[in-house]
């Protein structure tokens, strides 16, 4: 087992990649903190956790929120000491009721894939940044960039003076490209792409790594307000012909935490297939 009984803290791990993400380091031998913003989401990775003899810590905390931030990892100190592994996952395409924003995005999509097939040109913008809501920008930056700030400072308190500890930011290729269509998002994880460099740089003579992870479009919730007509148009710009799986990118953020990867400091491992090189 490569990470036995490392403490890993997941944030975002009631669902999607960080459930998943969870469940493959439990199996490598660590133990996992869990954290979401939703009970019901911890308690049902918690009960994955138990079923394959993994222990787990379930942390109810909203990472956008300093106060919960610093209360959780509190709890996870004076619960089991300390923390080696961190996986600032968090984060979200859009909020259900953000449908008025969802709805133009993917309608200006699916209009500007036909013009460019049929006229060899898009015709105008797709006119998202010029009418997105302020709420629909800090939000996204509060939840993915402060969020992952907030999760650092804590964990790094406790890793400086261990000198020692890995931390996984996830990142996303629309940090490294920009996603049209997605200005706030895009911000959010090129913001993490760049934390993540300054960080790495700052903390390794204490013996800690910092890198990131940025997946392609994967079949996850967070796809969860394209329409099925996006989600194939974007399958067929993909030249390996489809979306990725959770396990996929959870393999490579396992791989990041073990010691295998110890030479990679301050990287963007992106899992994409082949949509950006």
């Not at 493959?24 to 049902?44: L, S, T």
């Not at 909020?95 to 105008?124: C, H, M, R």
Request: hydrophobic residues 40%; negative net charge; charged residues 20%.
């Amino acid at each position: 087992m490569k990470l036995k009984d490392r403490i890993a803290l997941i944030t975002g791990a009631g669902s999607g990649f960080g459930r998943v993400i969870a469940l493959q380091m439990a199996g490598e031998g660590a133990k996992i903190a869990v954290n979401d913003i939703n009970p019901r989401g911890i308690e049902e990775t918690l009960a994955e956790l138990k079923s394959i003899g993994a222990q787990g810590l379930g942390l109810t905390a909203d990472v956008s929120k300093v106060d919960q931030v610093q209360e959780m990892f509190r709890t996870l100190k004076s619960t089991w000491g300390g923390i080696d592994i961190l996986v600032n996952n968090a984060g979200f395409g859009a909020f259900p009721s953000w449908s008025d924003y969802s709805d133009k995005a993917n309608t200006a999509f699916i209009k500007g894939t036909e013009e460019l097939a049929t006229l060899g040109k898009v015709q105008e913008s797709m006119k998202i940044t010029s009418h997105l809501k302020d709420e629909y920008w800090h939000v996204m930056i509060d939840v993915h960039l402060n969020g992952t700030f907030y999760c650092t400072r804590e964990a790094l308190k406790i890793m400086e003076e261990q000198r020692k500890g890995k931390i996984i930011n996830m990142a996303s290729i629309c940090g490294m490209r920009g996603c049209p269509g997605a200005p706030s998002y895009s911000a959010a994880k090129a913001g993490i792409i760049g934390f993540t460099k300054s960080v790495a740089l700052e903390v390794i003579p204490s013996n800690i790594i910092v890198n990131a992870v940025a997946p392609g479009y994967v079949d996850t919730p967070l796809l969860d307000t394209l329409t099925p007509e996006v989600k194939e148009l974007i399958r067929m710009q993909k030249p390996i012909g489809r979306l990725g799986t959770p396990e996929e990118i959870a393999s490579a953020v396992v791989y990041l935490a073990t010691d295998e990867a110890d030479f990679f400091v301050g990287q963007v491992i992106s899992p994409n297939g082949g949509m950006v090189m």
